[in-house]
């Protein structure tokens, strides 16, 4: 067991006895995008040259075995959580179900939020059925857990349709003043000549408070002063679109995007941004236990949070140190269980191994050699 919580540190390591050192209660919000049980092999181009890497996540003892090696770790998930905290589980919908069903056994069908549904791609050629443009992220959190509203902006068609008025102030919609329902108070009564009465309808503010509002500019009139009033409702005042449970606004990392890493699977950092600005407060405790190419602890850092990250590949955990010094070369963070003797790097898988070697001459992959132990490193150091 540790005896105290380290943070701002990456552990390369599998995250089973990892978790197992740490205390209980001591992180505030976790993101999790393990392996995915999809029965497909992942290729990537690594960095601008020609090295084809396959990334297996196929499990081969089926969906039973897949969900028994998560469950261990789900309920080492749970251990380190505070009472407060918030998990966000990102998987896709192959295991989404038995993942779901894992996820309520450990923390309970009252910790369950939403299931959010990430399209992440508008075009996939698919063969014969419904083509696959989504993942989901199972999200769960304690009562009382943090919660800071999340609103993006509106699409371009509907500014367009909607807020198509302007003045000096800006731009604006127009919202009515009058809604249905007859009332016998104060906004029952008829105001500049408009009764709301004999339209079935009422004021929406009673008349003292109409005229305030017409004198600061706020009312608009149809016609001329001839037609009904109506409330004028500026772009600016208003936050956006409050977040729901489907997020179609954020693409994934294509070929072109400046984040890339060329990582097999990594994640827009809009999207964890969204996630660890929505579930924690500067300075809580982010851990993602699966952190891949650093997406988590990057915008973690940049948000001021402080942040534990665990990969057991060691080809990941130096592409995140890589990552976080370009993001601030004086960054302090610690890094533990990367290879260090020779024993470490014999027990290395052959990929790893190769991928080692040319990180640490800070080079390239060969375009014209594919040999897994015989390589050649253009080195740009
Ligand atoms: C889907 S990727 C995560 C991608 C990440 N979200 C990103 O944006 O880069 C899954 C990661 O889990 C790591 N992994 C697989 N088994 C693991 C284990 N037992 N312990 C720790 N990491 C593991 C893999 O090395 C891989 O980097």
């Known amino acids: 067991m540790l005896s105290r919580l380290e943070t701002q540190v990456l552990y390369c390591s599998d995250n089973l006895p990892k978790l197992r050192q740490f205390p209980a209660d001591c992180i505030d919000l976790i993101y999790l995008d393990p392996p ?9 181009i690594w960095g601008d040259e020609a090295e084809v890497r396959s990334f297996e996540d196929r499990w081969a003892g089926g969906i039973e075995v897949y969900i028994d090696w998560m469950r261990k770790r789900i309920l080492e998930l749970r251990r380190v959580l505070t009472a407060r905290g918030s998990i966000y589980l990102h998987c ?3 295991a989404s179900h038995y993942l779901k069903i894992l996820m309520d056994q450990v923390f309970g069908q009252d910790w369950f939020r939403s299931e959010i549904v990430w399209k992440r791609t508008g075009a996939h050629g698919s063969t014969k059925g419904y083509a696959p443009v989504h993942d989901c992220i199972l999200y769960y959190a304690g009562p009382g857990h943090t919660w800071n509203p999340q609103h993006h902006g509106y699409r371009d068609e509907y500014l367009a349709s909607k807020y198509k ?6 731009r604006y919609t127009l919202i009515t003043l009058m809604p249905p329902g007859i009332r016998s108070g104060e906004t029952g009564e008829p105001w500049r000549g408009i ?12 008349p003292s408070k109409l005229e305030e509002l017409d004198r600061a500019g706020m009312i608009y009139w149809a016609r001329n002063g001839k037609g009904l009033p109506r409330l004028k409702r500026y772009l600016d005042n208003n936050a956006g679109v409050p977040v729901q449970d489907l997020w179609t606004d954020i693409a994934a990392i294509n070929s072109q995007a400046r984040e890339r890493l060329g990582y097999p699977t990594q994640k827009p950092e809009s999207l964890l941004e969204r996630i660890i600005a929505a579930s924690s407060h500067e300075d809580d405790v982010v851990l993602d236990p699966f952190c891949g190419c650093g997406t988590t602890v990057s915008v973690a850092e940049r948000l001021n949070r402080r942040w534990i990250g665990i990969d057991i590949s060691p080809t990941a955990v130096n592409l995140m140190v890589r990552r976080l010094k370009k993001y601030n070369p004086r960054l302090q963070f610690l890094t533990e269980g990367l290879p260090v003797t020779e024993n470490d790097l014999r027990r290395l898988r052959p990929f790893e191994f190769q991928n080692w070697v040319i990180q640490k001459f800070n080079g390239t992959h060969s375009t014209r050699n594919q040999g897994t132990w015989e390589l050649m490193v253009t080195a740009s150091c």
């Open 36 to 44: 995915f049980f999809s029965n497909r092999r992942y290729e990537v």
């Open 92 to 94: 896709d919908p192959h």
């Open 165 to 170: 008025y302007h003045d000096e102030r800006g």
């Open 195 to 206: 009764d709301p009465t004999a339209k079935g309808a009422h004021w929406q503010n009673p």
